[in-house]
């Protein structure tokens, strides 16, 4: 199943009771999301006895268009004020459930699936920038982060989708997210 596409990268806060202050983060340009996995082995008389594998965490990365100021307070607590993002030593990330959807094809047809992981702490992005010389360059806002099981033990949930807005409606729905008319 070829991935042909990424969109609708949504975060939101996750409070005690569910998620606020969700927006999109601008267009998706690429991102990734790896399990950080395990593999123990016992041995026992000379051989295997046991064997655990599993996921501990998943490390998250997302380029995207923008990153909107709403990004500094919803995910790195920042303040912002009059236009001006304060950055200040205190200032502690949060925890934010985070999705978007990718479009594949499968024998010709095109469906899209989405993501959601509902609890990932992201760290403060690096600024990325060069000059203007004979040509331009574009750089894309990244952010890389590491998404916990939530209380549920649950890292990430996916739902195939024929179409955009199905899955741009879940995605809102995972976000507690309200699209404005």
């Known amino acids: 199943m070829p991935k042909i596409g990424m969109r609708y990268p949504i975060i939101a806060k996750k409070g005690?009771?569910?998620?606020?202050d969700a927006f999109i983060c601008g267009k998706a340009v690429q991102g990734s999301a790896t399990p950080s996995t395990y593999d123990v082995k016992f041995y026992a008389d000379d051989a295997l006895a046991e064997n655990a594998t599993?996921?501990?965490d998943w490390q998250i990365s997302l380029d995207v268009s923008d990153l909107p100021s709403a990004a500094a307070t919803v995910l790195f607590g920042h303040t912002v004020s009059d236009g001006a993002i304060i950055r200040k030593t205190d200032?502690?990330?949060n925890y934010v459930g985070v999705g978007f959807y990718v479009a594949r094809m499968t024998n010709g047809?095109?469906?899209y699936?989405?993501?959601?992981?509902p609890?990932?702490?992201?760290t403060e992005p690096t600024l990325n920038a060069a000059t203007?010389?004979?040509t331009i360059t574009f750089n894309a806002d990244s952010i890389s982060g590491t998404a916990s099981a939530d209380d549920s033990k649950t890292f990430s949930v996916t739902k195939t989708f024929t179409t955009t807005t199905a899955a741009e409606t879940w995605l809102n729905t995972q976000a507690n997210y309200e699209v404005s008319a």
Not at 113 to 117: G, H, K, P
């Open 16 to 20: 005690t009771s569910g998620y606020t």
């Open 54 to 56: 599993g996921i501990s």
């Open 91 to 93: 200032d502690q990330s």
């Open 109 to 111: 047809a095109v469906s």
């Open 113 to 117: 699936d989405a993501f959601w992981f």
């Open 119 to 122: 609890k990932v702490k992201f």
């Open 132 to 134: 203007q010389g004979e």
